[in-house]
């Protein structure tokens, strides 16, 4: 990966603490005090450390366990869909924290952070999570091969978690956390292939119901909140090896299911300015999944990538994936070199794209407003 992108991530934080000349304090890492004590984090497989476990979370991904699965950092699987770190874990240690303990983790020893502890935050995503409730898919006969959990899963655990709190670390929490709202939804249109709901229904149900969620965070007194848009989805390896090739945009992904998250996208952006407005006190920053993704299509050699659709993990031609013999399965195999790919198992990315996405959101110019900005509001107190 070329010297300026390691880099970005690396000393976005830092430098932007450092040009606004704070106070610092003893960082190992850093060199100054961290902006945020705790992160808190929710989403689905794609920001994932642990809820989920073999068996538990996309259709046809059932070998999450199993290695090859955390081959590149962890040497071994810590139940994240990667060869190795995640978006969310690249945000950790740039705040110069540990890797977030999934919340199932609490109270035992969870795959890839050690003994777990809640000291600074806690990952509440889980692999194959829908936006809409599970409730809906069942009413439509769609519960085949999904799981049931939600973001009113997720919520309603964040929930039980802050019962076990005294009032002043609830307020605590609220002022020094970061609350990393990751990639969700995908999973919603996913579920709905096929049938007779049509995705403009599953865009306004997911748009309506994941607003009323962030309200909900946001009355309970979050004030720093970054949300991930959907990624380029069209560009998956899944997608890819699924849609028809006169299914395809210029980029050579497939157009309607771009379409699809582009669409979305834009509705979600409509809904946070909305929020902004009505939360003045409160940094909404928007994470442009699908532009820093299709940013990564296009120029593939300046982030050290030379396979764009091609999974690192699987087997069969002419995309290294068969839905029935996935990553982790006896007939799959593993590329040498993960970071030279975007996709990982057909669905999830590799550690190296995670860690562009992070560099890029945290670091570049893929998020309104940018980064920089809302740590400049945590860090004068606002």
Same mark, same amino acid.
């Given at each position: ?170 307020? =605590? ?8 709202? @990751? +990639? ?7 579920? !709905?292939? #096929? *049938? ?109 990538? =030379? ?8 087997? @069969? +031609? ?7 013999? !996935?990553? #982790? *399965? ?53």
């Amino acid at each position: 990966m070329p010297f300026s992108i390691s880099l970005t991530l690396a000393t976005a934080v830092s430098v932007a603490i450092l040009f606004l000349s704070t106070i610092s304090s003893a960082s190992p890492t850093l060199g100054v005090r961290r902006p945020f004590n705790r992160i808190y984090a929710f989403g689905d497989s794609f920001t994932d450390t642990g809820n989920s476990r073999a068996g538990e979370g996309p259709a046809g991904f059932g070998h999450l366990s199993s290695f090859p699965y955390g081959m590149t950092y962890f040497k071994r699987p810590t139940n994240r869909y990667s060869d190795g770190r995640l978006t969310i874990d690249f945000v950790a240690q740039s705040m110069n924290l540990p890797f977030l303990p999934p919340y199932l983790s609490l109270r035992s020893t969870d795959g890839g952070n050690g003994t777990a502890t809640d000291s600074y935050g806690v990952n509440f995503a889980v692999s194959g999570a829908t936006v809409i409730k599970h409730a809906f898919f069942a009413e439509n006969n769609l519960t085949l091969d999904m799981t049931p959990e939600s973001l009113e899963t997720e919520l309603g655990w964040f929930e039980k978690y802050l019962e076990t709190l005294g009032t002043s670390q609830k307020v =605590s929490l609220f002022e020094d956390s970061l609350f990393w709202i @990751g +990639e969700i939804g995908v999973n919603d249109y996913a579920y !709905t292939v #096929g *049938s007779t709901v049509s995705s403009d229904t599953i865009r306004e149900l997911s748009i309506t119901t994941y607003t009323r969620f962030l309200e909900t965070l946001l009355n309970k007194g979050v004030r720093h909140m970054v949300v991930q848009g959907h990624p380029a989805t069209g560009c998956l390896t899944l997608a890819m090896s699924l849609a028809g090739e006169d299914d395809r945009d210029y980029l050579g992904c497939v157009q309607s299911v771009n379409n699809q998250s582009y669409t979305h996208n834009l509705a979600l952006q409509y809904k946070l300015k909305e929020l902004r407005i009505k939360y003045p006190n409160v940094t909404i920053v928007y994470a442009d999944y699908w532009n820093a993704y299709r940013e990564v299509i296009k120029n593939p050699s300046k982030y050290g990538i =030379s396979e764009k659709f091609k999974a690192c993990c699987g087997t @069969g +031609e002419p995309y290294n994936f068969q839905v029935f013999e !996935t990553c #982790g *399965s006896d007939t799959a195999t593993a590329c040498k070199d993960p970071s030279r790919h975007i996709n990982w198992d057909g669905v999830h990315l590799t550690e190296g794209m995670y860690k562009v996405m992070a560099d890029m959101f945290l670091g570049g110019s893929f998020t309104r407003p940018k980064f920089s900005y809302l740590l400049n509001k945590k860090l004068k107190g606002l």
